[in-house]
């Protein structure tokens, strides 16, 4: 294990950098980091690039089977000073252990006639892409498919909301929407819009088949001319006197309906 002390070493600024959009796109790596995350990639079919521990974590007995997990894959592991690692962290309390990943993405050729997808519209809130993955890696979504415009999927904060459901379902993103939709209904996909003006409730349709949810905008919801290419128009009866749900609320509801229907 190579040891670092100086915040000048170049690994160190190559990671640090990578909190940038730019950076992860350039060099084709994001990183993750806490103890959770880490776990989950260890266990997933994608290329870890390098492990860095802190100096306190390495010393930390609960450390000791991550450890032996990293060990047992070979992986290149840097050991840093506690405010090295601090200083490359997304977070506040880091936990002492980050892993530069390589990224990938999938395309449309994995979803199926009966696939369950959940497509988003410029999602922009990182907390809400998050919060959706890992609701549609719960609710047994076959892919998440995301447009242009969205929030960068590996941007830190989306990575952590996933709770490591990123590396659990295959996540499509920086699609053109109108290609995405024309795409899936040649699949024999039907293609759903949650929207104000929806004139059927998200109950009175059949889910068993394939299916896709259109999530849009926070702020905008989804676009005029993907709610026109829509086939079907949803809404979801609210009583009370909120005008609107939160995207990833409206996105659970959805999915879980789709749930209840292929589990009875």
Do not use: W
């Amino acid at each position: 294990m190579n040891r670092i002390t100086s915040s000048q070493n170049p690994l160190v600024k190559e990671v640090k950098a990578l909190k940038s959009k730019k950076a992860r796109d350039e060099s084709n790596s994001f990183f993750i980091e806490g103890i959770r995350l880490v776990e989950e990639a260890l266990k997933e079919d994608i290329e870890i690039k390098k492990i860095f521990l802190s100096e306190s974590f390495l010393s930390d007995k609960s450390s000791d089977l991550l450890i032996s997990q990293i060990e047992q894959k070979k992986l290149d592991t840097f050991l840093l000073t506690d405010n090295i690692l601090k200083d490359i962290s997304d977070t506040e309390n880091p936990q002492g252990v980050l892993a530069v990943l390589k990224i990938r993405n999938c395309s449309l050729d994995i979803i199926k006639g009966n696939s369950f997808v959940l497509l988003l519209e410029a999602i922009q809130d990182p907390g809400n892409l998050g919060t959706i993955i890992r609701t549609a890696d719960a609710a047994g979504a076959d892919a998440v498919v995301m447009s242009k415009g969205c929030v960068d999927l590996y941007n830190p904060k989306v990575l952590r909301s996933t709770m490591g459901s990123v590396f659990h379902i295959p996540v499509c993103y920086n699609l053109d929407m109108e290609d995405t939709i024309v795409a899936l209904k040649n699949k024999g996909i039907k293609v759903y819009a949650a929207h104000l003006s929806g004139e059927k409730s998200y109950v009175e349709e059949d889910y068993t088949k394939g299916c896709t949810f259109i999530i849009g905008n926070e702020a905008n919801g989804i676009t005029e001319d993907s709610a026109k290419k829509a086939d079907v128009l949803l809404k979801i009866p609210m009583p009370g006197r909120a005008e609107s749900l939160n995207a990833s609320i409206a996105a659970g509801v959805l999915m879980y309906e789709v749930v209840r229907q292929r589990c009875r």
